[in-house]
């Protein structure tokens, strides 16, 4: 018995070991940039103040808000990144729902072309995305974008989704459509209020995904003051040259939505993408 005790406690050890091992590997670089970020340009040089910045400097968070167009690239993300994901999320709902419940020719495939969209790389989507832009006036501005962003998180919400609505078992849709609702309101009241982990899940995923989009914002917008934040971001490098103080007080800035989301939704999270893996 205690060298069965023994070898528990050495296997706890070891996890915790490793856990912890894995936390510093992941934290670490969030630390260095905020660290980073509170130091001058010649504590940035020296290696007296690597670890921890002596004394605090907020000089170049005042830079990056009065001299630069960071506030206005930040309220551009957050329209963008907002209204694309509810009209992702909007859409890709009522998509999964369809594909989940609705007989109708063609719904295997369907569902086998929606997973296979998500897979396509957005760099191969680009080009014929911004000559559709173009045609309808949509280059160079921020509407383009919300047009542009649900082409690659529609698919993965409707397939998320898909998996979390064959869960929900559809004698309750049945009972409420006996009762006198229609498809849509059995939908809306019964399905929908079950559902919102998922929901929550797959709109969470759709609002990172917007918020770090890159390449689409690059090439559709040439207005600087119309950028989103990694464009913006990306503006403080110069050839060989990084602003190392506008680019991690930036970086501190930017992280801060997404971290405060997936803290507080992060038990919605795990629970909408693991649902689909049991059919209830």
């Known amino acids: 018995m205690r060298a069965g005790g023994a070898a528990g406690r050495a296997q706890t050890a070891l996890s915790y070991a490793v856990l912890v091992v894995l936390a510093l590997m992941v934290l670490f670089p969030f630390y260095w940039m905020t660290v980073t970020s509170f130091k001058s340009e010649d504590q940035m040089r020296s290696l007296v103040s690597m670890f921890w910045p002596r004394p605090f400097a907020t000089e170049n968070y005042q830079q990056l808000v009065t001299k630069t167009e960071f506030v206005a690239w930040y309220k551009n993300s957050v329209f963008v990144s907002v209204t694309s994901t509810l009209l992702a999320t909007a859409v890709g709902t009522i998509g999964a729902y369809a594909l989940a419940r609705l007989k109708f020719f063609g719904r295997g495939f369907l569902a086998s072309a929606t997973l296979i969209t998500y897979l396509v790389p957005p760099s191969i989507l680009f080009i014929p995305l911004y000559a559709q832009m173009r045609s309808l006036g949509l280059a160079n501005s921020l509407a383009g974008l919300i047009a542009a962003y649900p082409s690659f998180t529609v698919p993965f919400v409707t397939w998320l989704l898909m998996g979390y609505f064959e869960s929900i078992p559809e004698e309750l849709e049945e009972a409420a459509m006996i009762d006198g609702a229609t498809r849509f309101g059995a939908f809306y009241r019964i399905v929908l209020p079950l559902s919102m982990p998922g929901v929550l ?80």
């Open 201 to 280: 899940a797959a709109g969470l995923y759709a609002f990172t995904q917007a918020w770090n989009e890159f390449l689409y914002a690059l090439v559709f917008i040439t207005d600087g003051k119309l950028r989103t934040l990694p464009v913006g971001l990306a503006s403080f490098i110069t050839g060989d040259v990084y602003g190392w103080g506008s680019l991690m007080s930036g970086a501190v800035l930017t992280t801060l939505p997404v971290i405060a989301a997936y803290i507080y939704l992060q038990k919605y999270m795990v629970e909408g993408l693991t649902a689909g893996s049991v059919k209830g």
